[in-house]
Nanobody, 125 residues
Framework: QVQLVESGGGLVQPGDSLRLSCAVS????????MGWFRQAPGKEREFVAG????????SYADSVKGRFTISRDTDKNTVALQMIDLKPEDTAIYYC??????????????????WGQGTQVTVSS
């Protein structure tokens, strides 16, 4: 079994920064990857960023490139999402997820096997 627990969400103003963390316990899919997704009210869940456990290679949605940075700590089994220059359109529930293998692009929710409960990020003045 795999457990994912997100933390670090909150209410911030436009232009602020925030750091999300995801703690992974249970089985770790070292041949797979981690991802961050977000879902705003009335919208579909969308890919934000992903990272390979083995080599740490990241990938990002175009909407967050240059503002968000994903990283992983293989000793602590945690994945972080550093967010800067936050915008109101970044408001959403942010979820971390893990997938067993590096097949496919890793940008679709259906590619992921386990999910956390999510953490709310609200960007508002």
């Amino acid at each position: 079994q795999v457990q994912l627990v997100e933390s670090g969400g909150g209410l911030v103003q436009p232009g602020d920064s925030l750091r999300l963390s995801c703690a992974v316990s249970g089985r770790i899919f070292r041949s797979g990857a981690m991802g961050w997704f977000r879902q705003a009210p009335g919208k579909e869940r969308e890919f934000v960023a992903g990272i390979s456990w083995s080599n740490g290679r990241p990938s990002y949605a175009d909407s967050v490139k240059g503002r968000f940075t994903i990283s992983r700590d293989t000793d602590k089994n945690t994945v972080a999402l550093q967010m800067i220059d936050l915008k109101p359109e970044d408001t959403a529930i942010y979820y971390c997820a893990t997938r067993r293998w590096l097949t496919g692009a890793g940008t679709s929710p259906v590619e992921y096997d386990y999910w956390g409960q999510g953490t709310q990020v609200t960007v508002s003045s």
